[in-house]
C-alpha cells in the first residue's frame, strides 16, 4: 500500500492560458478520490498528464513511487494506469473478447490465437466487471453503458492499479450505477486506486473516499469526503465571481418576443420538452455543462436535424425547419461552435464565406457580382475589425478570432435576420478579439435583434446576458434573471439540482 | 478557389510536347491528323465536363463509359425507328439524364458512397446491355445518321462549336452562378455548406444528373461518326475521363480545380498516346507514360496540400506567439 499516483506542482498552458497551475494531487491505494470542477476547470487536462496524453510544461509526476520524467500512454499503460473515458472507444466491428484481447494480449503478427482461451478470458472478466452479456457480441450492438462495463473489464484485466473513471455515471440509469459502485468497491478492496471524475454530486458521497475541487486550473481544496456536504462543493467550485470578460449589460429596452419555443422535443438529439422565449433586443445566455444538449437544442432550431415535437415562431410565424435553408430563409442564423467543420469554408476567400449564406444579396441579373461582393466583405470587415490582407485571403490562413469574425460577418450581411444563435462565440478566441465579439454582440442586439447565445465559461454569460436558461440532461432545468443569476446558482441548475446551493 | 499552379504545368508539359514533335515528327501537325485527333476526344472531353462537377463536390462517377454505350444504342435505335436524327439526339440525351438521376438519387439521397453506386450500375448497365442487344451493333441506320446528315467537314466544324460552347458556359457557370459557388462550398466542406443553407443533396443530385447528359450527347455526337453504332463503345472511357480530369488539377477530394484544368487534362493526355507513335515509340508505351503522367500529376498535388499545410501551421504558430 501507499501513494500510487502524485502529481507535485503540474503546470500546464494552451497558447499562453494557463490549463493547470501548480497541481498536486496524490491518489493512495485501496481509495476512490473523487475530482470534480466546472467545465474548464482542468479535469481533463490532469487525467490527460496522468495518461500520457498531454505533457505537462512544469511539476512533477510519481507512479508507483518512481518519477516519471517524460510520460507517454504505453508507458503510463506499462506502469499500470488505466482510463475509462466517458466516450468509450472500442472497435465497433469486432467483438468484444476481441476488442479485450487487443487491449491484453502481446506477441507478433504471427503468433497462434488460442480463440477458446481469448473467450474464457473475456468472459471472466466481463463478469467481474458486472456485465451479464456474452463477449462474443459485437462491440457495435452493446449500449453505451455496456461498452463502458467492456473499458472497465479491459481495465480490471490489465491489472491496473491506477484506474480512472471519467464521469462513468453520465449515461447509466440507477441500477447500472449500483452495479457499478459495487465493481468500484470490489478494484478498492483490491487495493487499486480509482480517480473518479463526476458531475453529479449526489454520489460523491456514495462512492468517493476524498475529493479534489478544481477551479481554473488550481486545486481549491481537497478533503475527505465525509467533509464535504454539496453546499460547500458548489461553493468551492464557483468561488467568488471572477473579473467578467466585459462590462455587465445594462437592462435594454426589449420588444416583442423574436423567438418563441414550446416543448421542443427532438429524439435523435435527446432533446426533450424544451420552451424558451427571446424578445426583440434581448440576449439570452444558455447555459449548462457540456453534454447537456444546448448544442442540440440549436441544432433543433436552425433545422439540421428536425424536430419530432413542439413550436417554433420566428416574429410569430411559425417556423417548420427542415433544412438550415428553411431557417435561414425564416430569419434564423447559427454560427456553430465547430468552426472549422461547419463555421466556415477554410478554402474560400473571406469574400466568399460572407456572402454564402446569403448570395442573393450579390447577384445581379442571375450572376454573382464579384464587384459587389468584394465591397460587401470590405465593408463588414472593416466594421468588424478583421485583420486580413484583403476579402480575397483565404480564410483558413487566418486565426481563430478573425475566423470566428467571418463566420459573424455572414450574418450580418443577412437582410432580414430576426434572430441569431451563437454557440460558443468566443471559444479558442484571444482575448482582445473576445472583447470585440461580446461588443459586436451587443450592437448587434441593440439593433432589435433577439440572440441566444450559447456558453461554458458562466463569467460571459454573467456579464453578456440579460436572462439565462440553464439545460441538463435534454430538457430546461430552470431560468434566472439576471438580477439573480450568481455563478453558485447556475452550476447547481446545471448539475440538475433544483432549488438554492 | 483561385491556384492555377497545376493547370500552368499541364499546359507548359503540353507546349513542350508540341515542341518536341514540331522538331521530331512534323507530320502529326497534318490537318487530316489533328481533326482525328480532336474529333476522338471530343467526347472525352463533353464528359469530363460533367466529371469535373462530379469531383469538385467530392463525388466520382465509374458508370459514364457504359452510360455512353447504352446512349449511343438508343440514339440509333430511334434513328432507325424514327428516321428523326434530331429525336434520335434528344433520345441520348434523355436516357443519359435518367441513367444519371439514378445515379444521383442513390448518392445524395439513399446516402450510399458514389464509388459504390456507379460501380454497380456500371456492371449492371453493362450487362444490360449487352444481354438486350446480344452483342449485336445497331446498323441499316438511316443515311443521314452519320455525320447528322451534314457534310463531314460541316459537322466536325459543329460537333467542335458545341463541344466549345459548353466549355465556356461550364466554366462561366462555375464562376459566375450562385450554383457554380454553391458546389465548390458543397465539394470543400458540405457540413459547413449545409448549415450556410445549402441544399447540399440537391446540389449532388444535380452534378450527377448533368453528367448523364453530358454523357448522352457525347455519345450521341461520337455514333455520329460512323454508319453503325457499337454496343461496346466507352469501356475504359471513364477511367480517361477521371484520368483527364485528374491530370488537368482537380482535387480528388472535392472543392478545387477547374474547367480549364480539364481541357488541359483532356489535351494532354489524348496527344500524348498518338504523339508516342509518331515519335517512333511502341504503341504499347502508351498507356504507361499515360499512367506516369496521372502519377506525377497526383504527385504534384500532394506536395501541394502538403506545404499548403505546412504554411497553415506556420500562421497558426505565429497568430500564438503574436
Redesign the interface.
Given at each position: 500500500m501507499g501513494t500510487l499516483l502524485e502529481t507535485r506542482g503540474i503546470d500546464k498552458s494552451f497558447?499562453?492560458v494557463h490549463a493547470l497551475q501548480g497541481v498536486s494531487f496524490a491518489l493512495e491505494a485501496g481509495e476512490v478520490h473523487a475530482l470534480v470542477g466546472e467545465n474548464g476547470a482542468g479535469k481533463s487536462t490532469l487525467i490527460k498528464i496522468m495518461t500520457g496524453a498531454v505533457e505537462a510544461d512544469g511539476g512533477e509526476l510519481h507512479i508507483a513511487g518512481k518519477i516519471v520524467a517524460r510520460n507517454h500512454p504505453s508507458l503510463a499503460r506499462a506502469l499500470g494506469v488505466a482510463v475509462v473515458y466517458q466516450q468509450p472507444s472500442l472497435f465497433p466491428h469486432l467483438t468484444v473478447a476481441e476488442n479485450i484481447a487487443l487491449a491484453l494480449e502481446s506477441g507478433g503478427l504471427w503468433r497462434r490465437i488460442d480463440w477458446r482461451a481469448r473467450r474464457e478470458r473475456a468472459q471472466a472478466l466481463l463478469e467481474r466487471a458486472g456485465a451479464a452479456f456474452s463477449c462474443e457480441r459485437l462491440a457495435e450492438s452493446l449500449s453505451m453503458p455496456e461498452q463502458q462495463v467492456v473499458e472497465i473489464a479491459k481495465a480490471i484485466g490489465a491489472e491496473a492499479r491506477i484506474v480512472i473513471l471519467d464521469e462513468p455515471t453520465a449515461s447509466l440509469s440507477e441500477p447500472e450505477v449500483e452495479r457499478l459502485f459495487r465493481v468500484i468497491g470490489d478494484l478498492r478492496g483490491r487495493g487499486v486506486g480509482v480517480v473518479y471524475i463526476s458531475h453529479r454530486l449526489e454520489e460523491l458521497a456514495l462512492i468517493a473516499d476524498r475529493i479534489t475541487v478544481l477551479r481554473d486550473g488550481e486545486v481549491v481544496a481537497t478533503d475527505a469526503a465525509a467533509a464535504m456536504d454539496r453546499a460547500r462543493l458548489v461553493q468551492l467550485m464557483a468561488g467568488r465571481v471572477r473579473d467578467l470578460p466585459a462590462a455587465v449589460m445594462p437592462a435594454a429596452t426589449l420588444g416583442e418576443p423574436m423567438l418563441e419555443v414550446r416543448g421542443l422535443t427532438c429524439r435523435a438529439l435527446g432533446v426533450s420538452n424544451v420552451s424558451l422565449t427571446v424578445r426583440a433586443g434581448e440576449i439570452v445566455g444558455l447555459a449548462g455543462l457540456v453534454g447537456s444538449g444546448r448544442t442540440q437544442f440549436a441544432e433543433c432550431i436552425?433545422g439540421?436535424e428536425p424536430a419530432d415535437g413542439g413550436e417554433i415562431r420566428v416574429a410569430g410565424a411559425p417556423l417548420r425547419a427542415r433544412?438550415?435553408?428553411d431557417?435561414?430563409?425564416g430569419g434564423v442564423g447559427?454560427v456553430?461552435e465547430d468552426r472549422p467543420?461547419?463555421?466556415?469554408?477554410?478554402?474560400?476567400?473571406i469574400a466568399?464565406n460572407i456572402s454564402?449564406?446569403h448570395?442573393?444579396q450579390v447577384?445581379r441579373a442571375?450572376?454573382?457580382d464579384?464587384a459587389a461582393e468584394t465591397e460587401q466583405a470590405q465593408r463588414l470587415m472593416a466594421q468588424l475589425r478583421v485583420k486580413a490582407a484583403s476579402p480575397?485571403q483565404r480564410t483558413?490562413?487566418l486565426?481563430?478570432g478573425n475566423q470566428q469574425k467571418v463566420a459573424l460577418a455572414?450574418w450580418l450581411a443577412a437582410p432580414d435576420l430576426k434572430v441569431l444563435i451563437l454557440d460558443e462565440p468566443t471559444q479558442g478566441v484571444d482575448v482582445g478579439a473576445k472583447a470585440e465579439i461580446h461588443a459586436l454582440i451587443r450592437q448587434l442586439a441593440a439593433r432589435g435583434l433577439a440572440i441566444l447565445m450559447i456558453s461554458s465559461e458562466l463569467p460571459e454569460i454573467l456579464a453578456m446576458a440579460h436572462r439565462i436558461v440553464v439545460m441538463h440532461a435534454g430538457r430546461v432545468a430552470g431560468e434566472l434573471a439576471r438580477a439573480e443569476a450568481t455563478q453558485p446558482k447556475l452550476l447547481a441548475l446545471a448539475l440538475g439540482q433544483s432549488g438554492e446551493a | 478557389m483561385k491556384n492555377y499552379g497545376q493547370e500552368i504545368s499541364i499546359a507548359g508539359a503540353l507546349v513542350l510536347l508540341c515542341g518536341i514533335l514540331v522538331l521530331a515528327a512534323p507530320g502529326f501537325f497534318s490537318r487530316e491528323n489533328l481533326a482525328d485527333l480532336l474529333l476522338a476526344n471530343l467526347p472525352v472531353l463533353i464528359i469530363g465536363l460533367g466529371m469535373t462537377l462530379v469531383i469538385l463536390t467530392a463525388e466520382i462517377d465509374v458508370s459514364v463509359g457504359s452510360m455512353f454505350a447504352i446512349c449511343g444504342v438508343i440514339a440509333g435505335e430511334v434513328a432507325k425507328a424514327s428516321g428523326s436524327i434530331l429525336l434520335a439526339v434528344v433520345a441520348a440525351i434523355v436516357a443519359g439524364a435518367v441513367l444519371g438521376a439514378a445515379n444521383g438519387a442513390l448518392v445524395a439521397y439513399v446516402r450510399i458512397p458514389s464509388i459504390v453506386v456507379t460501380l454497380a450500375t456500371m456492371t449492371a448497365w453493362r450487362s444490360g446491355l449487352r444481354w438486350t442487344m446480344q452483342g449485336q451493333w445497331v446498323d441499316n441506320l438511316p443515311a443521314n445518321f452519320q455525320w447528322l446528315g451534314l457534310p463531314q467537314t460541316g459537322f466536325r466544324v459543329a460537333a467542335l462549336a458545341i463541344t466549345l460552347g459548353l466549355v465556356a458556359f461550364t466554366a462561366w457557370g462555375l464562376w459566375s452562378w450562385r450554383a457554380g459557388r454553391a458546389l465548390y462550398a458543397t465539394g470543400s466542406n458540405r457540413e459547413a455548406a449545409r448549415v450556410a443553407g445549402l441544399n447540399t443533396p440537391a446540389i449532388v443530385a444535380a452534378v450527377f444528373v448533368l453528367t448523364g447528359v453530358l454523357t448522352g450527347l457525347a455519345a450521341a455526337l461520337d455514333a455520329a461518326r460512323f454508319n453503325q453504332v457499337p454496343s461496346n463503345a466507352g469501356i475504359g472511357l471513364e477511367l480517361t475521363v477521371i484520368a483527364a480530369v485528374v491530370v488537368g488539377g482537380t482535387s480528388i477530394t472535392g472543392g478545387r480545380g477547374s474547367v480549364a484544368g480539364t481541357v488541359l487534362g483532356v489535351a494532354l493526355l489524348g496527344v500524348i498516346a498518338p504523339a508516342l507513335i509518331f515519335l517512333g515509340v511502341s504503341g504499347y508505351w502508351g498507356d504507361a507514360v499515360q499512367g506516369a503522367i496521372i502519377l506525377i500529376a497526383i504527385g504534384l498535388e500532394a506536395v501541394r496540400l502538403h506545404s499548403a499545410r505546412r504554411k497553415m501551421e506556420g500562421a497558426g504558430v505565429a497568430v500564438v506567439a503574436a
Open positions: 497558447a499562453g436552425f439540421l433544412s438550415p435553408a431557417a435561414i430563409a447559427y456553430p467543420r461547419h463555421g466556415v469554408v477554410l478554402d474560400f476567400p466568399a454564402l449564406a448570395l442573393k447577384t442571375g450572376f454573382i464579384a480575397h483558413g490562413a486565426s481563430g455572414r | -
